[in-house]
């Protein structure tokens, strides 16, 4: 596999291989081209959680469980901040005049409860190996361990938002509830990362395609049903 061509994906090998070691990614068999490119063994049976028909709750109980185990404390010296990722900036222009920027630049500050995080922690990035679930594809940075919340912004737990503002808003509370939970991670500080990562994905999305167009949508009502 090839990882690409940033530090920030350059460093993917070493972060599988500390996840390996706890039983939460594949190992790494081999690198090269100075991390950019891997070799990792093959996850069997390997269904993701779109393949298993997960709902929205299974998917965010899941990857909530995940938290724990590639939260890690140690080797922060060996990750670039979340503060001067890559697309950091993109973020910034997409907040620009909204209170979620400012939130953004608060919690971007370096804390001592900041952890190692997978950042683009979806149901397709959790396979299933023999002994749990195992994360793939991170694009890993140093952060407030609450910005994972990906998962929220795809699949089953953004398909399902109801149109109805009371009835998503209970819908997101639920789910908040159990990914919260089961990740050990503060509600509160939850809702406001997805508020902003919700936000910059909608940016980000196309008004020419209908996928995107509706995607975007259904983020937006996430993010009403926030406030």
């Given amino acids: 596999r ?11 090998p070493l972060a599988l291989g500390l996840w390996s070691a706890v039983g939460a990614a594949p190992r790494v068999l081999g690198t090269r081209d100075e991390g950019h490119t891997m070799l990792i063994e093959r996850v069997r049976p390997g269904h993701n959680l779109r393949d298993t028909g997960a709902d929205a709750l299974e998917v965010l109980r899941t990857l909530g469980r995940l938290c724990p185990l590639i939260h890690l404390a140690e080797q922060h010296h060996r990750f670039e901040p979340l503060r001067d990722g890559t697309d950091i900036d993109s973020w910034r222009r997409q907040l620009e005049a909204t209170r979620e920027r400012e939130e953004l630049e608060r919690l971007l500050e370096p804390a001592a409860d900041h952890r190692l995080l997978h950042i683009d922690l979806h149901w397709l990035n959790a396979l299933r190996a023999p002994e749990g679930w195992v994360v793939i594809d991170p694009k890993p940075l140093v952060g407030d361990p609450h910005a994972e919340v990906f998962g929220f912004c795809d699949g089953p737990p953004l398909q399902t938002i109801p149109d109805d503002r009371r ?48 995607r975007r949508e ?5 993010v009403d049903a926030l406030v």
């Fill in 2 to 12: 090839i990882a690409g061509q940033t530090d920030q994906l350059a460093s993917e």
């Fill in 167 to 214: 009835a998503a808003r209970e819908h997101v509370r639920r789910l908040l509830e159990a990914y919260a939970r089961a990740a050990g991670l503060e509600r509160d500080r939850l809702e406001v990362w997805l508020r902003i990562r919700a936000l910059v994905l909608a940016g980000q999305l196309s008004a020419d395609d209908e996928a995107a167009r509706i």
């Fill in 218 to 222: 259904r983020l937006l009502r996430l």
